[in-house]
């Protein structure tokens, strides 16, 4: 070897510097809990020191261990988590985890196939999927956590597919004088949009009013404009429910060219609490939701599967919360 090349470091030298076992070291990487304070210092420092990253190549190939994850991404041009991506990336770094990133694309069974595919490939320890899939999750040879779904007795498995703000939203529109509802639905494939057009149904019965009805569409503004351009003159609709805020800049473009006033005629509410909902003229009433607090738990999930322990428990709080802006406000007389 060349006296001027560097030797490449090793979890050794790192063991040696840092006056500890090579065991020890180990024991550092893979976040044991045992290791004494002390002792995670001095590793902590000599690791700063000398900018060292463990060999993950080697690693698997000793462990059988990739230590990757993949998260599994819809194909669409309208449904692009970014921020719970990047909370769900941010924890799996946290542990350790490199990240694959793909999207998938098909109906919810070819979506399974290929993500199954993924799973038994060897390539990876484990699946977040954002997307629904329907297939038999106990055959994947290697976990696979997906969002937003329901589980065997149909309650929704995270707060993805939590509908219950829609409620909140009637309510506060009936309090506002509205009483003939109008609703746009996202696909159904999803069961954030099953459960909304669920909740919206049973709202609406439970407390009296009237709904016009459904419109089921996908999750596009253009799904929003026509379903509003669609409704005939005279229905008597006030207010509309949207499945996103893209459906609902939709439509409140749709009411705007029919020369209904927004508010005035009607009122309209989305959900997400996108960007440009807030800064269009009117501002979008909507229900804002913690994606971050999403990803991080979702990947949390999916960690606690790969190393075979308790699924950690949820955020005892609500991550959606009702905003209402300017496209909400009372009844025409």
């Not at 020191?49 to 230590?67: D, F, G, Q």
């Not at 989305?270 to 979008?284: H, I, Q, V």
Request: contains cysteine; neutral net charge.
């Amino acid at each position: 070897m060349d006296e001027a090349e560097t030797p490449r470091l090793t979890i050794h030298e790192v063991a040696r510097r840092a006056g500890v076992s090579h065991q020890t070291v180990s024991r550092y990487f893979r976040k044991n809990e045992t290791l004494r304070p002390a002792t995670r210092a001095k590793i902590d420092l000599v690791v700063q020191e000398l900018n060292y990253r463990p060999n993950l190549v080697a690693r698997s190939m000793r462990t059988r261990h990739t230590n990757r994850l993949a998260v599994t991404l819809p194909a669409s041009d309208y449904l692009w988590p970014a921020r719970m991506l990047r909370a769900a990336a941010a924890a799996a770094h946290a542990e350790g985890f490199q990240l694959e990133v793909l999207s998938v694309e098909g109906d919810p069974r070819a979506r399974a196939e290929r993500v199954l595919e993924l799973a038994g490939s060897g390539q990876v320890e484990g699946v977040l999927s954002l997307t629904p899939l329907e297939t038999d999750l106990a055959a994947s040879p290697v976990p696979i956590v997906v969002t937003g779904d329901y589980d065997d007795h149909l309650r929704g498995t995270n707060e993805l597919a939590d509908a219950s703000p829609v409620e909140e939203i009637i309510d506060c529109l009936a309090s506002l004088g509205h009483r003939v509802f109008f609703h746009i639905a996202g696909a159904q494939s999803w069961a954030s949009a099953r459960n909304r057009k669920l909740v919206f149904e049973q709202t609406i019965e439970r407390r009296g009013l009237t709904s016009y009805g459904v419109a089921l569409g996908d999750w596009s503004s253009r799904s929003g404009h026509d379903a509003v351009r669609g409704l005939p003159d005279g229905c008597g609709v006030t207010a509309i429910v949207a499945v996103n805020d893209h459906v609902a800049m939709g439509a409140v473009r749709a009411a705007l060219s029919r020369g209904w006033r927004v508010p005035g005629d009607v009122s309209v509410f989305g959900w997400d609490d996108e960007e440009l909902g807030r800064f269009a003229t009117p501002s979008l009433s909507t229900v804002a939701v913690d994606r971050e607090v999403q990803g991080r738990e979702a990947m949390a999930r999916l960690i606690a599967a790969v190393r075979g322990e308790p699924a950690p428990p949820p955020s005892d709080r609500s991550i959606n919360r009702v905003i209402v802006r300017e496209t909400a406000g009372p009844a025409p007389a």
